[in-house]
């Protein structure tokens, strides 16, 4: 039996300074495109689902925290929560996750 499948061919990864880069932007947008919608947010708050939406475009934990008067202990905290919460152990995990759900 004969499998179709779409051709994954990535334009070589350029400046990363400008956001997410044209193979990030193209995986994200294959997962959106083939996954389910299930749009649940697993009873996030407000601040993790912004910490959460910065994972998914590409900033690092420090960055995706970045807030006046948010400390360093604090954005610790939120990632923690995000991850007990959706039952994952890494970035990859929580941005594969977010994306196939259609979190962000």
Known sequence: MAIATQSL????????MGGESAAGGRV???L??????????????RHEVR????????????????EPGVSINKVRSYIRS??????VHSKSEVV???IRERMV
């Open 82 to 87: 995000i991850y007990e919460k959706l039952q």
């Open 9 to 16: 061919a990535f334009p070589p990864s350029g400046d990363r």
């Open 28 to 30: 994200v947008e294959l």
């Open 96 to 98: 594969a996750k977010a």
């Open 32 to 45: 959106r495109r083939f996954s389910p919608l299930m749009g649940a947010f697993h009873d996030l708050t």
């Open 51 to 66: 910490v959460l939406k910065r994972f998914v475009t590409g900033h690092s934990y420090k960055a995706a925290g970045a």
